[in-house]
């Protein structure tokens, strides 16, 4: 497996888990559709944590891709992991990440086995 298309899987595999574990949208309340990232997908440290990601519906997941610097999406995030949580996640966006393949294909058999 290349280093792309393990990160590939883990994007799908991680995507099945957080709508699993969130069936309605963490926004409006319809059933979830995609997995939504608070901070965007390509800060690779924060990409596939928990904490940073949630079950959304379409609209909602676009709509925020849209608007993303309006205040209340910083507020659902809060009112779901907390302040401290929130800022910490903001430092670990900071960081410069680079995951190894057997790194990845590790994150993948774990999510694997809670979908």
């Not at 909602?60 to 009112?79: A, F, G, K, Y």
Request: hydrophobic share 30%; aromatic share 10%.
């Amino acid at each position: 497996m290349s280093y792309q298309t393990a990160k590939n899987e883990l994007d799908s595999v991680f995507s099945k888990y957080i709508r699993k574990r969130d069936p309605k949208c963490a926004c409006c309340g319809r059933p979830t559709e995609v997995c939504g990232h608070f901070i965007p997908r390509g800060k690779l440290a924060t990409r596939w944590d928990e904490d940073n990601c949630f079950g959304w519906c379409a609209d909602c997941n676009t709509l925020e891709q849209q608007t993303r610097n309006d205040p209340r999406w910083r507020e659902i995030h809060v009112s779901i992991i907390g302040e401290a949580k929130r800022q910490e996640l903001e430092s670990l966006a900071k960081c410069i990440t680079k995951y190894t393949e057997a790194e990845l294909r590790d994150m993948i058999a774990y999510y694997r086995e809670r979908i």
